[in-house]
């Protein structure tokens, strides 16, 4: 039987970065994946060049970019870890970079180098791959011979190369987002195997869907994107950012919504600013002293040509020469483009999430060393309830919360 000092099951982002850190302290190391190729999200994150990591975390105040039953849990990983370190890795792999806006890193070229980095600090630390190989059951033996139940006892995997052994497994396989490249609810079954608790699931990080009749004078405006002013909730869990919303056939979409997203309730409104950085009272009025145009070309030179038609054609009282467009009219439009309240039906669910929301409950994890309540038994990455905002810092959470556990891994080497 095979038998390893640590067994991790998920060859995703966290997987292999704990994986490396752990085989160059010297533990023995086995990553298991069922799927033939390994780290997919990361393949296609940042549009194929992957947005590795955030500047701008602060990791003093992880609540800011973080979302948890307990957002504070994340502080121990990602202030051990940050983006610097990580940073300095890619750097001594010598893999070019830059910064796009709002602090986010992105790979000069593709986002396989960083796998071929991942995959080349686990060649370093001697471990052990095994593609394509399913993991069909985990036991646990208890020690009998400690009588304070400070040994962890061992973890036999049955897997399609064999049975596994090993004193401390390491769950890393992911959420539920994005099933067509591998996604798996494994990681939530072994937590509940194990009697830990978990946090209600939820595609995060996901477009937003409206009715389909009451959405139809919208659907014309797909593709269409501009900057805006989002939020949603009320008083202290109202969530505001200032990013990029793009129309869809559906609903809506873009850095704005796939923020927003996170934090949306079913059933509750979001509200959207279409000219954040216009006085739209203020410039519509003075157009309406100054110019004969139509209110649409004027509309026109304050949002996208594209959306300013859309808007008046469906509204005959707008259809006319700025000094014939009644007074109350244009404040009424410039009330509704500066205060689009709209409630969506849904979203576009894990199809097209790029996080999942939820997942093993803090409460019965280490935030030192993501070691569960069950001894030797590790969880990282995604599969936790620790879901961060677009632009990296998800991928940050997976090196911090790899690193804790690799970290904790080595100091109890045998």
Known sequence: MNSFDVVIVGAGAAGLFCAGVAGQAGLKVLVIDHSLKVAEKIRISGGGRCNFTNRLLDASAP??????????????????????????????????????????????????????????????????????????????????????????????LSTDQGPVTTTSLVVATGGLSIPQIGASDWGYRIASQFGLRLVERRPGLVPLTFDGAAWAPYAQLAGLALPVAIETGEKKQRMHFDEDLLFTHRGLSGPAVLQISSYWQAGTPIHLNLAPEVNLPERLADAKRRSRKLLANELASLVPSRLAEAWVSAQPDLQRPMPDVPDKALTLLAEALSHWRLTPIGSEGYKKAEVTLGGVDTRDLSSQTMESKQPGLYFIGEVVDVTGWLGGYNFQWAWASAHACATALAQNKP
């Open 63 to 156: 609540h800011k970019h973080f979302i948890s039953q307990n957002p504070h849990f994340c502080r121990s990983a990602l202030s051990r870890y940050t983006p610097q370190d990580f940073i300095d890795l890619v750097q001594k792999h010598g893999i070019a970079f830059h910064e796009k806006h709002k602090g986010q890193l992105f790979g000069d070229h593709s986002a396989e180098d960083f796998i071929r980095m991942l995959l080349a600090e686990c060649d370093a630390g001697g471990v052990t791959r095994w593609a394509g190989c399913a993991v069909k059951s985990v036991q646990h033996h208890t020690s009998t011979v400690d009588s304070e139940n400070t040994n962890p006892g061992r973890y036999t």
